[in-house]
Structures are given as C-alpha cells and as structure tokens.
C-alpha cells in the first residue's frame, strides 16, 4: 500500500512558479513509476508527467514540455513537480499517482488506468 499526500498547490500570477512535492509513505515508492496529472473543471483528467522509478526516464505532456520539471527523491520517499512559467490554462487540481505495475520498468507510464494509487489532490489557480 501505498499513500500520497500533495502539497504546495495555491494562487500564483501567470509567468510564475510554484514546486508542487508528493510524500508517499510505504517500503514500496522506490519501486514505483510516479506520475502528476491534472484536471480543470468540466475536463477529464489528463496526464502532465512521469518519471520511472530510478528517476532516469521522464515523460512529459505536449503542452508542459519544456515549462515543468518532474523529479523525485527516493530517499525522502518524494516527487516533485517544479512548474515554471505558469499559464491561465494550467488552473487544474493537480495528483500525484504511483503506479504499482511500474515496479522497476524504464518505460514511463503516461495513462490514468496505469496507476492504482493516487493523492487527494492539490489547486493550482492561475491568475492574468
């Protein structure tokens, strides 16, 4: 088992920054793909990045690529979503997700089924 808590989410001016962290308790994150992924009102969850256990492959959606940085600290039992940059559009709550089937995979899980545990989620609003 394993349980995810997110946290720095709030209001941030677009063109800025904001680090979200997830801690995960349980033996088992090390082993573990992690994933962040957002939903807006009104839309279907959607992907924003992966990272394989060992942290050596990341993945990340189109419209993130090259403004958000996902990494994580398997000695702190951490992930970590650095998002510079910020537009309107990235207003979602934001989950961190571990995906059990990962279990020491290189390949970067990229879809919703992949992962079977998830945060409770944190709020990004962006403001103009």
């Known amino acids: 088992q394993v349980q995810l808590v997110e946290s720095g989410g709030g209001l941030v001016q677009a063109g800025g920054s904001l680090r979200l962290s997830c801690a995960a308790s349980?033996?088992?994150?090390?082993?573990?793909?992690m994933g962040w992924f957002r939903q807006a009102p009104g839309k279907e969850r959607e992907f924003v990045a992966g990272?394989?256990?060992?942290?050596?492959?990341?993945y990340y959606a189109d419209s993130v690529k090259g403004r958000f940085t996902i990494s994580r600290d398997n000695a702190k039992n951490t992930v970590y979503l650095q998002m510079n940059s910020l537009k309107r559009e990235d207003t979602a709550v934001y989950y961190c997700?571990?995906?059990?089937?990962?279990?020491?995979?290189?390949?970067?899980?990229?879809?919703?089924?992949?992962?079977?545990?998830w945060g409770q989620g944190t709020q990004i609003t962006v403001s103009s």
């Open positions: 990272i394989t256990w060992s942290g050596g492959s990341t």
């Open positions: 349980g033996r088992t994150f090390s082993r573990y793909g």
């Open positions: 997700a571990a995906a059990s089937g990962s279990e020491w995979s290189f390949r970067v899980m990229i879809t919703t089924y992949e992962y079977d545990y």
